[in-house]
C-alpha cells in the first residue's frame, strides 16, 4: 500500500515494470535493507534514493553505472556493500565519505586496487576481496588507521616485482594482526608472496588463515598460532612435516587443503611430488595431535596418497575429497570419530582412481560407527 513503511526491499528482475511501479507507490524513506537480484539493466529509473539505508546487497549484479556508485557514496548512514561478482572495475574516490561502512566486499570483481580514501572508513571491520598492484602502495600505508578491521581477504596479488610494495603488504598485515584482525586470506595468484609470509611476526591473535597460492612451506611461526580454528592452505605446502607441525595446533577444529585446477602448471607438480617423495611416496597423518579437529577437507585434480596413522585426527568426524585423479586414502578406518565421508569425483577420472573409490567404500563400510559416505561427480 502507498502509505506502508518498508523497511526491507528485494529487488527481481522477472518482472521490471511490476516492481518500478511498487518502489514508486511505496514509502521508501524508511528503508533500511535493500537486495537488488541479478539485473539493474532493467530498473532504468532507479535512483537509490533511500536516505538511511543500512545494508545494500548487490551482489552478482549487472548494470551498475558510474553514477550509481556515486549514489552509493552519499548513502551515509550505510554499514554493509556487498559488490561481490557484480560487474565493477573501480571503485569511486568518495568511497570514504562511508563513514560508518563497516563490511565492503569486492570478490570476484574487476576491482585491481582501492582508492586512498578507504583508509578514512575507520569503522571497517571486514574488507573482501581487494586486489593488490603497483599503485597500491599508498592505499596500504594508509590501511593502518583500520585498526577495527577483524576480517581481511586479498585475492588478487599482481605484479609484485618491487620492494616497496611487498614491505607496506607485509607491514599492513603486521600492523593490523597486532589491533583486532581475527581473520586473514591471501591468494598471491603465484606470484610468490607468499614466499615472504616467514618475516611476519606471528600473527598470534589470528582464529581463522587463508593462503592460497605458491606455498611451498607452511610459515614458520605457524606452531605458535595457539588460538587458529580454521586453517586452509594451498595443496603445495602439504607434506609429512607439514602436518605433524599443524597437528600441535590446540584448537585447530577445520583443516583444508586446496588448489585449482587453474593452477596446475608444471611448477606446482613439481612442488606436490617433492613433497610427496619426501616422505615416502605418501603423505602420513600423525597419530598424535589433531585433538580438535573436526572436519579434514583436500581439494585437487590430483591427491597423492594419503595414510592415516592408528590414533590419528582422534575427533575428526567429517572427511572430504575432492579430485580427478587420487592415489589413495588408507587407514580411513583408524579415524575414531568419523561421521561422514564425501568423495567429489570428476566424470574425467581414471579407473584405477574409480577403483581407489571403491576401496574407500569398503575401509569406511568397517568402521564401527558406519559413517555415511557420499560419492558425487563433478565435470572437469
Not at 529509473?45 to 545494508?55: E, P
Not at 571497517?124 to 586486489?131: C, K, N, Q, V
Not at 591468494?187 to 587463508?210: A, Q, R, V
Amino acid at each position: 500500500m502507498p502509505g506502508n513503511k518498508v523497511r526491507r526491499l528485494s529487488l527481481h528482475s522477472s518482472n521490471p515494470e511490476h516492481a518500478k511501479d511498487a518502489i514508486e507507490r511505496m514509502n521508501s524513506s524508511h528503508v533500511r535493507s535493500l537486495t537488488a537480484f541479478e539485473s539493474l539493466e532493467q530498473f532504468q529509473s532507479f535512483t537509490f534514493k533511500f536516505g538511511i539505508l543500512q545494508v545494500l546487497d548487490l551482489e552478482g549484479c549487472k548494470g551498475l553505472t558510474t553514477s550509481h556508485l556515486d549514489k552509493i557514496c552519499k548513502m551515509f548512514h550505510l554499514k554493509f556493500l556487498s559488490l561481490r561478482k557484480a560487474h565493477v572495475k573501480k571503485l569511486p574516490s568518495d568511497i570514504g565519505k562511508l563513514q560508518y561502512l563497516e563490511t565492503l566486499d569486492i570478490r570476484e570483481t574487476n576491482v585491481q586496487e582501492l582508492p586512498p580514501s578507504v583508509a578514512d572508513l575507520k569503522q571497517m571491520a571486514h574488507l573482501l576481496g581487494i586486489g593488490i598492484c603497483k599503485s597500491s602502495a599508498g592505499a596500504l600505508a594508509d590501511m593502518h588507521n583500520l585498526t577495527k578491521l577483524k576480517k581481511l581477504s586479498i585475492y588478487n596479488v599482481k605484479d609484485f616485482d618491487s620492494k616497496n610494495l611487498s614491505h607496506e603488504l607485509l607491514s599492513a598485515i603486521e600492523y593490523l594482526t597486532g589491533c583486532s584482525l581475527k581473520s586473514l586470506a591471501i591468494d598471491d595468484g603465484f606470484t610468490g608472496f607468499l614466499n615472504l609470509m616467514d618475516s611476519l611476526s606471528t600473527p598470534k591473535y589470528i582464529h581463522t588463515l587463508e593462503l592460497s597460492g605458491e606455498l611451498p612451506r607452511v610459515p614458520k611461526w605457524i606452531s605458535e598460532l595457539q588460538n587458529l580454528e580454521k586453517l586452509t592452505l594451498s595443496l603445495t605446502s602439504l607434506s609429512t612435516d607439514a602436518l605433524f607441525i599443524i597437528a600441535q595446533l590446540p584448537v585447530l577444529f577445520s583443516l583444508a587443503f586446496s588448489v585449482s585446477a587453474a593452477s596446475q602448471d608444471h611448477g606446482v607438480m613439481e612442488i606436490l611430488t617433492k613433497n610427496t617423495m619426501n616422505s615416502g611416496g605418501k603423505i602420513l597423518i600423525p597419530s598424535d595431535g589433531f585433538h580438535s579437529l573436526q572436519l579434514l577437507r583436500f581439494s585437487a585434480p590430483l591427491l597423492p596418497l594419503l595414510s592415516f596413522l592408528d590414533g590419528a585426527m582422534p575427533k575428526l568426524q567429517r572427511l572430504e575429497l575432492r579430485f580427478r585423479i587420487l592415489e589413495g586414502a588408507h587407514g580411513v578406518e583408524n579415524l575414531a570419530s568419523l561421521q561422514q565421508v564425501l568423495l567429489r569425483v570428476s566424470q574425467q577420472a581414471p579407473e584405477t582412481t574409480k577403483v581407489q573409490v571403491s576401496d574407500i567404500r569398503s575401509s569406511v563400510s568397517l568402521h564401527p560407527n558406519r559413517p555415511t559416505v557420499v560419492v558425487d561427480e563433478y565435470y572437469g
